[in-house]
């Protein structure tokens, strides 16, 4: 099996590797990346079924959700980037508003199945997410990883860490909180 990691854009037809690689993940099975867009109580009232519904019937519109990395033709990772207007929640977030008024595309999660983590996912979602972007015409990719001062749980570190975005090429371009920074990368 190669080791070559290669992200392609979730789409209806990939929609089976999204549920692999969601169904092997504890809080994926739950979220089913409904957390960025939906209202507190309404992501938590759809927690399992009604957020994976939501989420199919988003990729189902063709609307961008994120990529899906595969090694050796098998899916073992996603990361989500969509356009911020999509995701609601960061709209009402005072660590994570708005920075100017570019439209930014946000990287917005981070899921590998437990036997896929800590082997070298995280750079190229990023890569592949950024690609993504680039394509469907955004003018920078913005993140909002944790700056860890300590040892984080792999639930603590779902929309990445710092190190792995500034080796990508994002600098940091704000921070209200002393652990989440807003790190941002313009289209090359």
Not at 114 to 135: C, D, T
Not at 136 to 157: L, Q, T
Request: hydrophobic content about 45%.
């Amino acid at each position: 099996m190669s080791d070559k990691i290669v992200c392609r854009p979730l789409t209806p037809a990939r929609w089976a590797d999204a549920e692999a690689v969601f169904q092997s993940c504890g809080d994926a099975r739950g979220c089913w990346c409904a957390f960025w867009r939906m209202p507190r109580p309404q992501f938590r009232a759809g927690i399992g079924a009604r957020n994976r519904a939501f989420f199919r019937r988003l990729v189902e519109s063709g609307a961008p959700t994120g990529v899906i990395a595969y090694r050796g033709g098998a899916p073992v990772g996603f990361c989500g980037v969509a356009p911020r207007a999509d995701l609601s929640r960061l709209a009402r977030s005072r660590v994570l508003a708005p920075v100017d008024a570019l439209p930014v595309w946000s990287v917005n999660c981070f899921i590998v199945p437990p036997p896929h983590r800590r082997s070298g996912l995280m750079r190229p979602l990023i890569e592949g997410a950024a690609a993504y972007a680039k394509k469907r015409g955004a003018p920078a990719v913005e993140a909002y990883p944790f700056d860890p001062k300590r040892k984080m749980m792999s639930g603590e570190v779902f929309t990445g860490l710092l190190p792995a975005f500034l080796d990508q090429g994002f600098r940091e371009v704000a921070r209200r909180s002393p652990i989440r920074p807003i790190v941002r990368r313009i289209s090359r």
